[in-house]
């Protein structure tokens, strides 16, 4: 038995109500906002004949992802984190500022608060035996290619195994997180260690509705960046280690041809051991 409600004038009543447009008081922008949403959701209610088990077993599945606080997970796996980036390109294209590393997602793992240091930092605790040494550098520019000193660089990335410390509890706080202050040249250096790709977690909401899709949670290995200098526009991005199996299949959508980087393996153990000597260097 399919019925069709949406149209008639008691549902549009209705949906007045219940967004707040017959109260003094409140904010506009959320009642607008909330009107558009529930008309487009009960609309779909009604155009999917959705069933009364269906909708209690979605509020199950929000309960759960809210619980776990894993909606800032399932966000960039259907897209939204992807679609806001793409309009603060369009936004940008529009106002002419062009040029510069391509922006991409933030993705919900990031802490603030990570020491810092001025040039070089190591930002591995050497406690992932299993990981590779990792030796990172760049130089922050603005979009004429002059070198910013003093540039903010945080990096964070995941360790040998995809975990990210404050989320893996057996990682120390801010392991493999550290903010680096670019040097005269504009040049910041880090020694750390590969990362593996991220798995969303086995059986939890988030791939509970992936799966429901018959996707993955899976995303390349790569390592976030946040750039910033006084006068700049501020920079959210990452690179992805070129040859992972996902680097154009991550279910969060974030790779960018441009931002795929071919590492250069040291095999020549002088070389090794002037890095481990000097730290910071190019
Ligand atoms: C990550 O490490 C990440 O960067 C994103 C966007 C989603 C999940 C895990
Ligand atoms: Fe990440």
Redesign the pocket.
Known sequence: MTVKIFETPEVQDFLKTVSGFEQAGGNERAKQIMHRLLSDLYRLIDDFDVTPEEYWSTVSLLNSLGGQTQFG?LS?GLGF?HYLDMRQDAIDAEAKRNGGTPRT?E???YVAGAPEAEGFARMDDGQDTSGETMWLTGQVRDVDGNPIPGAQVEIWH?DSKGN?SFFDPSQSDYNLRRTIYTDSEGRYTARSIIPSG?GVPEGAPTDQVLKALGRHGE?PA?I?FFISAPGHQHLTTQINLAGDPYTFDDF?F?TREELVVEGKRIEDSAEIAKRELEGPFT
């Open positions: 997970l960039p984190d997602i993705g919900p793992l995941a990210y991220y995303r790569h976030h969060a974030a």
